[in-house]
């Protein structure tokens, strides 16, 4: 005897119905919007982003900075020649530091162009005019020709020497710094329109 089993479908609820009934709905077509109107949305976003970007960068440029104190030439010279005494073992770039500071300040000072001259040229010059008196022009001959026996003759100066030689160019920026009343009338006469 065989027993066979008779296998009757579950009878279908209300409730599993309507959810075949969704499942089974067809779906409606997806609807895209006309492809133009997402290209100008586009173009329309960059250039909002391109005009935020230039006037942010407009804004910076036109910002008010705060004024760059301006040093005075005596006082940056003062400040090299200070630094310079960090190389007071080293007599070659102690003196090119020490000359380059004095010739500097001198340029500033005087508007004389005597960084790019060589010592002759530079002395030369400085003779025709009235910018040092005469023994500020025999003290700097003799610093710049030291200086010059130290950066290409190769002379090796003692400490003392290479110490003179920082005294003779801070005498040389304190006699010839403005006096406070010059430099006040001059910083007037700058900012004038």
Not at 86 to 99: D, G, H, M, Q, T
């Amino acid at each position: 005897m065989t027993n066979s089993a008779l296998i009757v479908p579950a009878q279908q609820t209300a409730t599993n119905t309507a959810e075949l009934a969704f499942r089974e709905a067809p779906k409606p077509p997806l609807t895209i919007a006309n492809p133009w109107f997402w290209f100008w949305v586009v173009i329309i976003l960059l250039v909002l982003a391109t005009a935020f970007f230039l006037w942010r960068r407009w804004r910076k440029k036109n910002a008010v900075k705060p004024p760059i104190p301006v040093i005075p030439p005596h006082v940056r010279a003062r400040r090299q020649l200070e630094d310079a005494l960090a190389f007071i073992s080293e007599p070659k770039p102690f003196s090119i530091r020490v000359s380059d500071a004095l010739r500097q300040y001198l340029e500033e000072r005087f508007d004389f162009r005597a960084p790019e001259r060589t010592t002759e040229e530079f002395l030369y010059e400085l003779q025709n005019t009235n910018l040092l008196a005469p023994d500020q022009k025999e003290r700097l001959a003799e610093f710049l020709s030291a200086c010059d026996l130290v950066k290409f003759a190769k002379y090796e100066p003692t400490e003392i020497e290479l110490r003179a030689l920082h005294s003779s160019a801070v005498q040389l920026v304190n006699e010839t710094e403005p006096s406070p009343i010059a430099a006040e009338i001059g910083s007037t006469v700058a900012h004038q329109p």
